[in-house]
């Protein structure tokens, strides 16, 4: 097991290249077990979730070819099995994307509940009401999900709440199913535009992904594709606010601005200097960080999965500051991780109250969860002394070689190997 080493006092200052985005990827690559050829992806992201979804598409049969460290070419044709089990699906959330490309396919699947962050409860029922508003029928046991259908046939889907998962698991669903899909309170996030658009250069009719009302006509046959993934929003928005808070001037380069407009609005509101290019953003601070109120919302709100990062900016910003998250219920477990590095944080179940302080000091933390172990790497270099990170798993399923990046903008970081626990012989 690894960890990660901060010294911190040293601001971010060069540029950094945004990889391709996790969430799309880990939406577009179960979708390619639609195709009926071969499909070629390119800008997939190094990082784990993308390596333990390719692990499962290979196990299921699929050809699975690694062009270079970001293209990957892929053979679905060969897929023997219906079946994902426990240990494969429990390594990643998204692997119920699994489900709607399987059933789609095949009119049948069987898979484990999916693992992942632990973030609070992660119902799936919204999921399943659209599959059987689809025509499956639905069967849980033994903690598997069995959908299976002779045929799906268009339908009209009103989602309860507003589902990024169930959102996507239903478009990939339907695009081949017999007739007209429309899902009403659809999500909007980036990457289910770009799912759409991956779905569409294989032949798929896709109308209104990126507004609330989604309309899907289903065609015969998706045909092989060549298709690039967009950069991570939440990779970008991860250093743009790394930038902020050690006083820095970094430009963010392979992003998409119109992603970043929260983001970044909130930034400029916390006293940061943000300029658009075309694709790339620059964010420098030389002024005190000032108080801000952030609501975590669906897109285009303020993404929930940039509140930790925007948790360790304000708590050394001046002021009072209120973080309410609208999204999960165990966002602000890293709360306490900070508190251990001397800020000041209140939580009233899903509100945090930051009252900021001069300067944090290191101390032994731990990544809670993908997002939280970004936010105690910025915390790690704003802080005064060293910072010790554990857990560093969590962070390496949606951070592409974070570490190099970050030494890349003068971040004094290093990784080291933890010895394996011994078995202690009597």
């Known amino acids: ?29 179960p979708a390619v077990i639609l195709c009926s050829g071969v499909c070629r992806i390119e800008n997939v992201p190094e990082i784990s979730d993308v390596t333990n979804c390719l692990r499962i598409l290979y196990e299921m049969g699929a050809r699975v070819r690694t062009v270079n460290a970001h293209t990957i070419e892929i053979d679905p044709r060969t897929i023997h099995t219906q079946t994902v089990p426990h240990e494969m699906a429990k390594r990643m959330r998204a692997s119920y994307y699994l489900i709607g490309a399987l059933l789609g396919r095949f009119h049948h699947a069987s898979v484990a509940m999916p693992g992942g962050c632990d973030l609070g409860p992660r119902p799936i029922d919204q999921h399943l009401k659209g599959f059987e508003a689809l025509g499956a029928e639905i069967a849980l046991q033994d903690g598997m999900i069995s959908v299976a259908a002779d045929r799906l046939v268009g339908n009209q889907i009103y989602l309860d709440v507003v589902s990024v998962g169930a959102t996507i698991n239903i478009m990939i669903a339907a695009v081949l199913a017999r007739g007209l899909t429309v899902i009403e309170n659809a999500a909007k996030e980036p990457h289910i535009v770009d799912l759409a658009n991956f779905l569409n250069s294989m032949g798929a009719d896709i109308r209104g992904a990126g507004t609330d009302v989604i309309k899907i006509r289903g065609v015969d046959e998706l045909r092989s594709t060549t298709y690039s993934i967009i950069p991570d929003q939440i990779e970008a928005g991860t250093f743009m606010v790394a930038a902020a808070a050690t006083g820095g001037d970094v430009l963010i380069e392979n992003v998409i601005p119109k992603h970043l407009e929260s983001i970044s609005n909130k930034l400029i509101e916390a006293g940061a200097e943000v300029t658009e290019y075309d694709e790339a953003v620059r964010v420098r601070r030389t002024g005190r960080l000032t108080k801000c109120m952030v609501k975590t919302m669906p897109h285009p709100g303020f993404p929930t999965d940039m509140q930790p990062q925007f948790g360790v900016l304000l708590s050394v910003a001046e002021g009072t500051s209120v973080i309410n998250e609208g999204i999960w219920d165990n966002r602000f477990r890293y709360t306490a991780q900070l508190a251990s590095m001397g800020a000041n944080i209140q939580v009233n ?63 004094d970081i290093r990784r080291v190997t933890l010895p394996s626990p011994v078995s202690k012989v009597v």
Do not use: C, W
């Not at 971010?12 to 969430?23: E, F, P, Q």
């Not at 000091?361 to 970004?374: C, F, I, Q, S, Y």
């Open 1 to 29: 097991m690894d960890k990660f080493v901060v010294n911190g006092g040293r601001p971010l200052v060069g540029s950094v290249s945004v990889s391709g985005a996790k969430n799309a990827a880990v939406a577009i690559l």
């Open 349 to 411: 179940g899903k509100v945090a109250v930051i009252q900021g302080v001069e300067k944090l000091k290191g101390a032994p933390v731990r990544a809670n969860d993908l997002r939280a172990g970004a936010a105690m790497l910025i915390a790690g270099m704003i802080a005064e002394g060293v910072t010790e990170i554990e857990e560093i798993q969590y962070i390496e399923r949606g951070y592409e070689n974070i570490e190099e990046k970050l030494r890349g903008l003068g971040a």
